[in-house]
């Protein structure tokens, strides 16, 4: 089964807000998360990731955080923009020995107010 | 560099039917990965290929099939139409020997509807 799960199916946020979107986990051993973005009609694309040795990794406007007590993952989008209306997923690559696909969390669709 | 890049991008099969979807990787990538994306179950992985190998293949009927060609480009097939495989048709490719990173890039897709 998933082994990642988002909070919130969708969030509407004003321009210029701060966005969070949460995801939870539940394999201890994951030790490894990928945050995407996903607009209309196009593949997923690479946000940011995080190894489970941070509790925290910074890119250009986003953040994610890692509790991993919790097991508990958020991205964290600054001033917002209409360009980052998309759906959002976690993802744990279930890193196991001859394993190579990603298991998804359900996303977040974002929707940016003007 | 061109990313990846899914032919068709748009087909209409009825029940019954088969279909064959075309991925080619970015170049000097050797791994591929299939996912099928609806609205009811997300995201889900179908199978991944390194070198012409199967690596790994997702929990799909055996309707689902695919395969890697020498040059890396990639097919997949679905015999047999059930109105439940309409979806979304999502190709990756990564560079990476081993694993999963964010270096996975996704093609647009090929949305099958099946009627």
Redesign the interface.
């Known amino acids: 089964g998933e082994n990642v799960g988002l909070h919130l199916p969708t969030l509407s946020v004003q321009e210029g807000d701060n966005s969070i979107i949460n995801c939870a986990y539940s394999n201890s051993a994951s030790d490894?998360f990928?945050w995407y973005k996903q607009e209309s009609?196009?593949?997923?694309?690479?946000i940011?990731?995080i190894r489970s040795n941070m509790d925290k990794r910074q890119g250009q406007r986003v953040t994610v955080l890692l509790n991993k007590t919790v097991k508990h993952l958020s991205l964290q989008i600054a001033a917002t923009q209409p360009g980052d209306s998309a759906v959002y997923?976690c993802a744990d690559?279930?890193?196991r020995p001859?394993?190579?696909?990603?298991?998804?969390?359900?996303?977040t669709t974002v929707t940016v107010r003007a | 560099k061109a990313g990846v890049t899914q032919t068709p991008r748009y087909l209409i099969k009825t029940r019954g039917q088969q279909v064959t979807l075309s991925c080619s990787p970015i170049s000097g990538h050797r791994s591929v990965s299939w996912y099928q994306q609806t609205p009811g179950q997300g995201l889900q992985f179908l199978f991944e290929y390194f070198s012409e190998t199967q690596r790994n293949k997702g929990n799909f009927p055996g309707r689902f099939s695919g395969r890697q060609f020498s040059n890396s480009r990639s097919e997949m097939n679905v015999s047999t139409l059930e109105l439940g495989d309409s979806a979304l048709y999502l190709c990756a490719s990564s560079s990476r020997v081993r694993g999963v990173t964010g270096e996975l890039f996704f093609g647009e897709g090929s949305r099958l509807t099946v009627l």
Not at chain 1, 98 to 107: C, P, Q, T, W
């Open positions: 490894y990928i009609g196009k593949g997923p694309q690479f940011i990731d997923f690559p279930l890193t001859n394993d190579y696909k990603l298991s998804f969390g359900a996303g």
